[in-house]
């Protein structure tokens, strides 16, 4: 169904989020970066529009988190969405370890993210907690002309004593 007009709604305020939808004009749901309701708000508008019955058609886009595993090179088959870890050192520390052992159980590669001024915080924890022969992709700038995509041991990442800078980043983990 083409877009024929564009209603714009900020999730949060006191307005009514399907407006448009009652008024039988078409809603689109945008976001700055990534995809709508996949690690960026959304899913309680989408949520609504499925409880008043309107129908939800996804568009196609690109999503960070599917392109940072589609260019890792690291288990594909089996992977888990975990959001953003904690902000704090020793929970952040204690969810990295969790990720990385369950990794390594169920054979299943961990994908996460963080925001741009927290990112080179986050590669530093991931290097001083985890096992040198973990892999871990950091998938920078993804479809922009700085792109980055890089997967190393941890070994070969505290080698390189890469950071990231304040740029969105998308964290791709599997342990071996």
């Not at 709508?36 to 499925?50: C, K, N, Q």
């Not at 988190?65 to 953003?84: D, K, N, P, T, W």
């Amino acid at each position: 169904m083409p877009v024929r007009e564009l209603d714009i709604t900020v999730i949060g305020e006191n307005r009514d989020p399907l407006a448009a939808l009652r008024e039988k004009r078409s809603l689109g749901l945008l976001s700055e970066a990534g995809c709508p309701a996949i690690a960026d708000p959304g899913a309680e508008v989408v949520e609504a529009a499925h409880n008043a019955g309107f129908r939800v058609v996804p568009l196609i886009g690109p999503s960070s988190i599917v392109l940072a595993l589609m260019a890792s090179g690291l288990e594909g088959q089996r992977f888990a969405f975990c959001g953003y870890l904690p902000r704090e050192g020793a929970d952040r520390v204690k969810r990295i370890r969790q990720l990385e052992q369950r990794s390594g159980k169920e054979k299943e590669t961990e994908i996460f993210i963080e925001t741009p001024y927290r990112s080179d915080v986050l590669l530093g924890a991931l290097l001083e907690s985890c096992n040198a022969t973990t892999k871990l992709c950091v998938a920078v700038d993804l479809t922009l002309e700085s792109e980055s995509v890089k997967t190393r041991s941890i070994a070969e990442w505290r080698r390189a004593k890469t950071t990231i800078g304040k740029h969105p980043a998308v964290f791709v983990l599997q342990a071996t």
